[in-house]
């Protein structure tokens, strides 16, 4: 079974810092592509970054140079590192895992970014 556990969310300052982490269990890492999502109030779920299985990662516009996506394999966990927050990164976060059989969603996590 299929399980994936974001945490790391909270409040923090325009200008702040969060690590979210997705802890996963049931997959390999190296048979998915691990991806961060967020939803805003009244808007379309968005990728944020992704991350393959091969390593390479990519990110949205309005967050390269300051998100990070990483995967600790060992601990069956991929991280973002979201540096210089802006009201406007302001979500509910969602991990995803995707394979050629179809997505698996985590519950999402909260970010709010105050001005």
């Known amino acids: 079974q299929v399980q994936l556990v974001e945490s790391g969310g909270g409040l923090v300052q325009s200008g702040g810092s969060l690590r979210l982490s997705c802890k996963a269990s049931g997959i390999f890492f190296g048979l998915y592509t691990m991806g961060w999502y967020r939803q805003a109030p009244g808007k379309q779920r968005e990728l944020v970054a992704t991350?393959?299985?091969?390593?390479?990662?990519d990110y949205t516009r309005s967050v390269k140079g300051r998100f990070t996506i990483s995967r600790d394999i060992p601990k069956n966990t991929v991280y973002l590192q979201m540096n210089n927050l802006q009201p406007e990164d302001t979500g509910l976060y969602f991990c995803?895992?995707?394979?050629?059989?179809?997505?698996?969603w985590g519950q999402g996590t909260q970010v709010t970014v105050s001005s």
């Open positions: 995803n895992a995707h394979n050629r059989v179809g997505d698996r």
């Open positions: 991350l393959a299985p091969g390593g390479e990662t």
